[in-house]
């Protein structure tokens, strides 16, 4: 495996004969399974899920689609909350763990998140929950394809990396917190395997590039929230990867906007909260 920073092009797609999430689902599903449950909505490793936050609202009756569903937890307690609800995922190993823990009362689809397989103004509500958006090299592709399924005043909730956490090494230990790379470097973390085809990526956009890109697709940003670790939840052992409880006493390492796509000819605006 090749990897380091780099420029992904905005049309360049993982492999999947070696992409992370078509031959490492089960494994990931393995390592953080428990926490994430099999039909809980969760919304970051620090511990927010829906059932607390209530960022989607009431979801009785109402059309709605997981954008990066993976194994589709979050789809699945969308449905028992009675919504008429559609996961999909680019990754057949991800869709493939969802059929698996259960899709009877949803509808699952393989596709991309910037060609999305919907008539415009389908949907009541979107959401992504680390799905997609971290992974995607063109935020504005995904925002603009969301806009045009939502109906007009519908829901787009979605949570990705804080862009702060990015200036920092990629480890939960809050001795590493020193400044290792500018904010303003976009190039994204990239894996290759060793004859060039792209397994992995993770993308970097700083906090001024999702509200231009948001409001460039005509939402209206409602809230934007800095999760703190929970007390009594967080990821198994109080570690995911770069995230950590400790850590997360420090520093921001998720970002949630809460948005709503405005009408025709109005000006996105919104405000800004710090917590939930």
């Known amino acids: 495996m090749i990897s380091g920073f780099g420029v992904v092009p905005a049309d360049e797609r993982p492999d999947p004969d070696v992409a992370y999430w078509e031959h490492d689902a089960e494994d990931y599903y393995r390592e953080h399974g428990a926490f994430l449950g099999d039909d809980r909505l969760v919304w970051c ?46 990754a057949a190993g991800m869709l493939r763990v969802a059929e698996r823990l259960g899709a009877a009362d ?14 415009d103004r389908t949907f009541d509500v979107a959401f992504s929950a680390m799905g997609a958006l971290p992974f995607v090299p063109s935020l504005g592709e995904v925002h603009r394809e969301v806009a045009r399924v939502l109906r007009v005043g519908g829901s787009w909730v979605f949570s990705t990396d804080h862009p702060f956490a990015w200036v920092f090494p ?8 020193t400044v290792r790379r500018s904010y303003f470097d976009r190039r994204a973390y990239i ?6 085809r792209l397994s992995y990526t993770q993308c970097h956009a700083t906090l001024a590039d999702h509200v231009t890109a948001l409001t ?10 800095e999760p703190e670790w929970s007390k009594s939840g967080g990821a198994a052992d109080g570690e995911w990867g770069a995230w950590s409880r400790q850590r997360g006493r420090l520093v921001p390492s998720t970002l949630i906007v809460a948005a ?17």
Request: net charge negative; aromatic share 4%; with cysteine.
């Open 191 to 196: 894996e290759r395997s060793e004859d060039g």
């Open 45 to 90: 490793p620090e511990g927010l899920d829906e059932a607390a936050a209530a960022l989607l609202g009431e979801l009785s009756g109402r059309r709605v689609v997981e954008i990066g569903c993976g194994g589709a937890q979050g789809s699945r307690w969308a449905a028992r909350q009675g919504a008429l609800a559609v996961g999909i995922d680019l």
């Open 106 to 119: 949803f509808a699952l689809i393989q596709c991309d998140a910037t060609a999305l397989p919907f008539a």
């Open 260 to 276: 709503r796509l405005a009408p025709q000819g109005t000006t996105p605006t919104g405000g800004v909260s710090r917590r939930p």
């Open 216 to 225: 460039g697709a005509g939402f209206v940003i409602e809230r934007l929230i």
């Open 170 to 177: 990629d480890s939960p230990d809050p001795q590493s917190l």
